[in-house]
């Protein structure tokens, strides 16, 4: 018999997810949690377990379909109680009825993670919009004319990308268009859902006649051929237009709504950070440690974390809902990644209770499974602080906006060598900018300005962090 399988909710509570690609054909035999499909969500790429062991019938997206969650994704057929396999075309009608007559209780999909009731959607997939680039040239025509009209046209050796739909209107408007010699995709529409009426084709024509008219009696002058240039929100050959779905579309959200929500405070101080940069070339040599990667950020976090004990206003959250200030008695830190679908933030769970070395294997962790998209939705909530490292990218300093629902995070800057005061003399030393930039509903100047230098004060002298609780 026919057994259907529809888009789960993946546990994140968003409507919608985008099929990456198919792990299966039509006609392939598959077994029972084997992975079907990629789907993206708005916060990241997601494998797709199959629910039933069986045939694949019918797959009902192609890679690129936006999903809506309760959707029909793929069909199965799978084997009867006789122990035999239906055949896919005699079970569809049997299946389709016994669908009809069973309560909406029973129709169920298997509980995958996070599955649960499915927002009205229609059944079909929503396509992505699809346009086909093409090389139009118009015939040759004459000066007046294209004085005419200098906003329709292009020079013919363009190549533009036009719509595959041809432009809107009635039989008699395109017989008068004709009758006219009039290309329809040079007349702006006036009409109801952008249909040409028969005064635009009028208007179009008399405005053309009358530059023709008054065209200077001169030695002939070669046209240029011409094509239609595109119309508005039409994309030309010069732009790539991107559709804002995914991690870029979920970031974008968040970030707008961050910076319009909390009040946002940038606070920096500029650190000598050369006995940090220099206990790191001593753990690099220690063969104990081979096999850990220990760096800047790694010793940050560690600073963060002891810095948050000591201020723990920066480790809170604003709960408008209930007017309550949230005090957390952990730190799930944030780290920034930076990945080819956008910019992610998996938090570590209970960093505060990690080594050094602990936490550098779980940054390393971390970044690998962001770059390759497997990040799990799970990790990128319920962060409490988060830490962006833009000194990789060689940048001194920035200014940071909160994830959403955190009340600071702090950018790390690039590492420089340059002249610097030490010990009442000019050295070359490692120095590196810090930016901390706080929700000043919950954090005043003073603690944010003391958690900063608490953490400053951390990755000039490492070994200052044995002084705190």
Known sequence: MIEEFRLPDLGEGLPEAELVQWMVAEGDTVAL????????????VVELPSPHAGVVSKLHAEAGDII???SVLIAFDIAGEDGGTSSAVNSVAPAAEARAEA??????QPNLVGYGAAPQASGRPQRRARTAAASVSAPRADTAVLEAAPHDVLHATETI??????????PPVRK????????????EPTGAGGIIARGDVEAYAERVGAASRVAPAAEPVEAVPTSPAPLAGEPSLRERRTPIRGVRKHTAEAMVRSAFTAPHVTTFLTVDVTATTELLASLKSDRSLEGHRIGILAVAAKAVCLALARTPELNSAWDEEHGEIVECGYVNLGIAAATT??????NIRDADAMTLVELADAIGELASTARSGKTAPAQMMGGTFSIT?????????GTPILNPGEAGILALGAVRR??????GEIALRDVMTLALSFDHRLVDGEQGSRFLADVGSILREPGRAMLLR
């Not at 008068?176 to 007349?187: E, F, P, Q, W, Y």
């Open 176 to 187: 008068l268009a004709k009758d006219l010699g009039i290309d329809l995709g040079l007349v």
């Open 389 to 397: 490292n833009v000194g990789v990218f060689g940048v001194d300093a």
């Open 33 to 44: 949690n084997q992975t079907i499909a990629e789907v993206e969500t708005a916060k990241a």
């Open 68 to 70: 809506a969650v309760g």
């Open 103 to 108: 309560p909406a209780e029973e129709k169920a």
């Open 418 to 423: 340059q002249p610097w005061e030490h010990r």
């Open 161 to 170: 990308a036009v719509p595959l739909e041809r432009p809107r209107s009635t």
């Open 341 to 346: 679908r956008g910019l992610v933030v998996p």
